[in-house]
Nanobody, 114 residues
């Protein structure tokens, strides 16, 4: 398992954009799915987006068209571009490899407020 470190969170106004980055300590080329989960206050952690090593993507319905996940297997990074942020996007965002039983980063906080 690789270690994952997220960055890029912060406070953004509604309608704004943010780019989250995840750096892995080792090669991710062999990891089938890399994903971004999020956990809002008082709610369960949910999968926001995931990308296969072949570039196929899945998104939570509520973020489709606003979130874009990408991966760079050469740089061992996974990014999440978020646009048109909504108050309900406020959460701690976690990078993940291997699904719920895989490795997790420490999380990066996204706050949405005017």
């Amino acid at each position: 398992q690789v270690q994952l470190v997220e960055s890029g969170g912060g406070l953004v106004q509604p309608g704004g954009s943010l780019r989250l980055s995840c750096a892995a300590s080792g090669a991710i080329v062999g990891i089938y799915y890399m994903g971004w989960y999020r956990q809002a206050p008082g709610k369960q952690r949910e999968l926001g987006a995931r990308i296969s090593r072949n570039g196929f993507t899945d998104y939570l319905d509520s973020v489709k068209g606003r979130f874009t996940i990408s991966r760079d297997n050469a740089k061992n990074t996974v990014n999440l571009q978020i646009k048109i942020l909504k108050p309900e996007d406020k959460a701690v965002y976690y990078c993940n490899e291997g699904g719920p039983d895989g490795s997790w980063g420490q999380g990066t906080k996204v706050a949405v407020s005017s």
